[in-house]
């Protein structure tokens, strides 16, 4: 059976349709996000171990990295979660058109600017490194500030234009 969270995706689109429609997501086809949109299939997410590891892993990831950023003048701005499904965080919506929305990993502040944050994991060697024996992840705010230099081909399509629709909203 699936979440009220997943139940709700089918009300709008979400930052993870995007690429999808787009045909930039491996996983999934811009057909496949029409037809749970209108009913006709039902959303196949399942908990496998990529998405698992992430779970675990990104609170953990965000403690740190909000650690790590904190001295340099950045808050974090706590959303509450929605009332109807506990594990998910408040979504964003679109100020002129509602049926346009994200669910933030976290929000941070500095100043008066917001920035999303957007956890992904991989598989690949990065600047997050599994503390030996644990989920949590240590982060090396050095390598952050060289990370703000990356260029859009160091993003994979379909995670780039995940985050380009948050900052639409």
Known sequence: TMSIFHLNRRNG????????ILGLNPYKTPLEVWSEKTGLTTDDFTLNSAIHHGNIAEPGMIADLYSALSPHGYSKIDLPTNADDSMQPKKRVHPDYDFI???PDAIFKKDDIEVVVEIKTGRKPTPWNLKA???RLNFDYKVFEELKYATIEDVPPHYYWQVQHQLMV
Not at 13 to 20: L, V
């Open 101 to 103: 929305y994200f669910h």
């Open 133 to 135: 024996g644990s989920d």
């Open 13 to 20: 689109i979400g930052a993870s349709d995007d690429p999808a």
